[in-house]
């Protein structure tokens, strides 16, 4: 099976899907991603918004029902949630043939 | 205070616009060609540059409060203007607004993407005129066909010179008037040009950092 284009995602767009899996606005996102990556990708707000503004194109997220007047809320896509499943195999087994090879 | 300046290169304003702030002058608002200051305590500011138009309201105002949220104050800009300052806040948060190369180079492909709009814009302007017989290259060759006062040429010293000069502009706006269009497009290729040099060079850091 030919891979997706998209794949693999990269470490920022992983963690912004992966963050979107329940529905946030931007600043939380940026939270996230740095508390998942345990510290390791912090975004600023230009580049984050950016990444969003592209993802929303994609498809891999879109924007869901807010309660703020000012901030919007975003979701991951079905598609997204596909992608982000796809790029797990990915690294599972790239971790499964390194252990295996390392032993 | 007022300052008059035009910049093609983000980088080269922001660190302007900074100096301006360590030497007491905060910067507030933009208006076409000028920059407007108000006298501030001086600080060791550091005010950032994006290059973003938004479509709707929402957008722009959900683009400003992720800025706000994360520590950066929206100094000037509005929904169309592209042009967005943001002032760093408080010392907690990102010394940039920009995380990555990728998104640092991308303001200044925005940039050149309008440019390139804009010159698209005026290209069947130019081909109107060029296509028309407004632009008269003759008069290049017989300025003198310019100048419509009576027997202007048979007039001789003061009354010639008080009558030449006063024509002069009227001739000009005349005769090149068409040509203020390609000066536009050739100004905006320039720009463009610029824009698209430093996107690359922007992008190349990467390479050189790793």
Known sequence: MERDKHLPLTETVYYIL?????PAHGYLIMQKVEELSGGQVRMAAGTLYGAIENLVKLK?????????????????????LDMLRLDLERMKHMIDVTTDRLK | MKKYKFFINFDKEEKWLNDMARQGYLFTKKTLFGYVFEPHKPENAIIKLDYRIFKRRGDFEDYCALFEDSGWEHIAGTKSSGYQYFKKANNQGSEDIFSDVDSKAGRYKRLSDMWAVLVCCFTPVMSAIISSDVMDLGVLRDPKTLYQTPGLWELNGGAFW??????????????LLWAFIPAIILIYLYFLYCANKQYKKTQEDRISRK
């Open chain 1, 60 to 80: 891999f997220i879109q924007p869901a029902a807010s309660e703020d007047s000012r901030r919007k809320v975003y979701a991951i896509t079905n598609k997204g």
């Open chain 2, 162 to 175: 008080s009558a030449f000069l006063f024509e002069t502009p009227f001739a000009l706006f005349r005769g």
């Open chain 1, 18 to 22: 992966l963050a979107l899996v329940e």
